[in-house]
């Protein structure tokens, strides 16, 4: 059963394919446009990418952006860590089913309705919206799907590498950070590359939760399209869309078992 | 399988003298008194007490699922007793965690590390204690020419060979000199001819070190080859504890004549007893069965004779008028090359296996299927059973 895929295999791949990545391309070969009109080609140039080192809104955004993902992936994972080792390690305690599920549920929530209810919680705390209401948001959104990727890890784990610590002389927290913490932190590291690129890209939560002095790129992004698009947004969307191409890339090479390596 | 090139150990079952158990005044080393477990609806463990004394190579043998692993790992501290007590050197051990129990055991699946070379596998103990690291080198290069892996310690545990990991969980076991190292069925993984080989080796590091060994095991051979004394067990009970010949001669029940070894049962009523020798009436002979036992049974109580196969003696012509003397037709057998095991069926419809060494090359008179033959026994050779 040597055959290659059929023609009709070849032209649904193409199409499904074409679906997903013209509008990008497109995207990425536009923000390369020596026109200021987006539609019409008009040579090759990298003017745009200049362009956006001296707009300083711009700037200003890439760097929120960024800070926001490093602090809200680096809470979501520890936090997620903790999560999905009192999921694996403790058993059957009472309310492990409504645990799990009520730690999956945003995966599948609205995030309308998550921003909305974090926009909800926030003004009866009282507290001003800015940058750190945006950043305990993020780490709210991705602190599942970390939890989720460190999990199904942990579940492969040998427990016996833990009590063979233990049995050695090791505390538990102790045997925690010298044998688990290395056996999972393939996940781990996903877990936080994956939690950074939600927090990069995330329009909906942000536009909710943040406020002035806070506006991260993807809604400077938004907010300038709606005044008309220039080539200068293509050339800052491409650069976002290369960090995440880079930060999902990472997440699953670090995912794979070194070459050699048996399980168990 | 021994090599005479090896220094001769007193090793094994050679170790007559050593027998800490008869003494009334040693005191043991470890003591489980009354032990229950329950796993759910399971008990695992019900109500098991006995002894471990120091320098002694100590076995838990029994089908899976009895509870020998759970005995085991409450010794550990990976489990703790529903009732009873587990102490060491007279110290209770209940609420002390694993990690400050003087005792270090070798898993099943050894648990190594696998982000950590050999070295710092071995040296793991050593570095939770504290040692300085020069130290633990020099202790870590011991122990592995202890466990003969020199050369090795820069490899990472996926660039070894089963054999040889199974030595590296041995060596990171013994490395901080635990008062007792625990061992959970540590020949498991390994082919039939490395286990054999391992089994010795076990008996001379134990030798060697003169530390207590608890080994955790399902395999007869295993317990038998390697223990001063075995404990058998059944359903989260103790059914006997002895040394490997007094389990193997005069176990103390159907339960564990079959567990060790082929055995040949034979159900019968006492028709005589005189202190010394007890006749039975069974279907299985109608000449009458005769074993020693100075036990006074009950006329008429029902009991059980166990035969080993090679206890008994084939015979291809009719042997004359004694007791102990069964006749059928060969059903089948099978060569092993040093035994040939016939199994014989009686006229009473039971079958019966017997063992015959193959001491001569040339085969006499080939024995078939379907040829008639007689077997007997010595009164010595069986054991009467009462349970």
Known sequence: MTRGPTLFNRISVFLGLGFLYAPIVLLVVYSFNASRLVTVWGGFSTKWYAALLKDQQMLDAIWITVRLGLISATAATVLGTLAAVALVRSGRFRGRTLFTGMLQAPLVLPEVILGLSLLLLFVAMGLQRGFWTVAVSHATMTLCYATVVIQARLVSFDRALEEAAQDLGCPPIRAFFLVTLPGIAPAVAAAWMLAFTLSLDDLVIASFTAGPGSTTLPMRIYSQVRLGVNPEINAVSTLLIAIVTLGVGIATLVQRRPKGVPRG | MNDPARPRLNIGAIRESFAPWADPNAAPLVRFEGVYKQFGDETAVKGVSFDIYEGEFFALLGPSGCGKTTLMRMLAGFEAPDAGRVSLGGQDLAGQPPHRRPVNMMFQSYALFPHLSVEQNIGFGLSQQGLPRAEIR?????????????????????????????????????????????????????????????????????????????????????AMVVADRIAVMSAGEIAQIGRPAEIYETPNSRYVADFIGDVNLFEGRVTGADGTKVRLGSNDCPAGLEALEDDHLAMGSPVWLAVRPEKLKLHLDPPGETANRLSGKVVDYGYLGDWTTYVVELASGRTVRAAVANVSRLVERPIGYGDPVWLTFAPDGAVVLTR
Do not use: N, W
């Open chain 2, 138 to 222: 020099a202790r870590v290069e011991e122990t592995l020419a202890l466990v003969k892996l020199e050369g090795l310690g820069r490899r990472r545990p996926h660039q070894l060979s089963g054999g040889q990991r199974q030595r590296v969980a041995l060596a990171r076991a013994i490395a901080p000199r635990p008062k007792m190292l625990l061992l959970d069925e540590p020949l498991a993984a390994l082919d039939k001819k490395l286990r054999e080989e391992t089994q010795f080796e076990l008996m001379r590091l134990q030798q060697t070190l003169g530390m207590t060994f608890l080994i955790v095991t399902h395999d007869q051979e295993e």
